[in-house]
């Protein structure tokens, strides 16, 4: 099983552009989110989604979208990207019941100029 | 509002020192409870989990953590440190049932050799 996988590794655009980061699991879990990480604030959790067809907000929703057509993949769209999303977003997965431990995916690190 | 709080940001040891990181929270009712951490340019990786039972919670690579109920705390500790567990660590919570992770501030350990 590869896990959690996301592409890409690293990106870096400029103010206004507009861009999707991939995100993947092998593991057939239902629930599916979207965090992102900053310095000295942990993972704030900015969309999830408890199966296909199904995502709701998190904590930072503002900016993105997302949505979950499949199981396995959960894509995350910035519209129109800002400085202020420079970050690294980070996926992750879990079964809906059960143990709910969350699997993550290596990130993505993007910075906005 | 709600939250976790982790005490420390920055905690720098010599390598067989002991470790202990604070972890509280400020949720009501029934919570699970995570310390993840994170290598240098790595993902999060699960070291232990509580859902119940012992409040003793031992984990991977000699890690484990104790729930205080009453306390609102869930600390990591770890009687002797590495040089390889440099790393930051995050504590983070679910609550009722739930898979939605509020994560701590992280705490950076820098453990010289």
């Known amino acids: 099983n590869a896990g959690v996988t996301q592409t890409p590794k690293f990106q870096v655009l400029k103010t206004g552009q507009s861009m999707t980061l991939q995100c993947a699991q092998d593991?057939?879990?239902?629930?599916m989110s979207w965090y992102r990480q900053d310095p000295g604030m942990g993972l704030r959790l900015i969309h999830y989604s408890v199966g296909a067809g199904i995502t709701d907000q998190g904590e930072v929703p503002n900016g993105y979208n997302v949505s979950r057509s499949t199981t396995e993949d959960f894509p995350l769209r910035l519209l129109s990207a800002a400085p202020s999303q420079t970050s690294v977003y980070f996926c992750a997965s879990s079964r809906q019941t059960g143990s709910y431990e969350q699997y993550f995916g290596p990130g993505t690190r993007l910075t906005v100029t | 509002a709600q939250s976790v709080s982790q005490h420390n940001h920055h905690v720098i040891l010599s390598e067989a020192a002991s470790l202990e990181l604070g972890c509280n929270y400020s949720?009501?009712?029934?919570?699970?409870l995570f310390w993840y951490v994170q290598y240098p340019g790595q993902h999060l990786q699960l070291l232990l989990k509580?859902?119940?039972?012992?409040?003793l919670v031992k984990g991977i690579k000699g890690f484990e953590a104790e729930f205080i109920k009453s306390k609102f705390s869930f600390n990591l500790r770890k009687p002797s440190v590495q040089w390889s567990d440099t790393a930051e660590y995050f504590c983070a919570v679910t609550h009722n049932a739930g898979n939605m992770l509020t994560f701590g501030g992280g705490t950076r350990l820098m453990v010289k050799p």
């Open positions: 509580y859902f119940s039972g012992d409040p």
């Open positions: 593991m057939n879990h239902e629930y």
């Open positions: 949720y009501g009712g029934t919570v699970n």
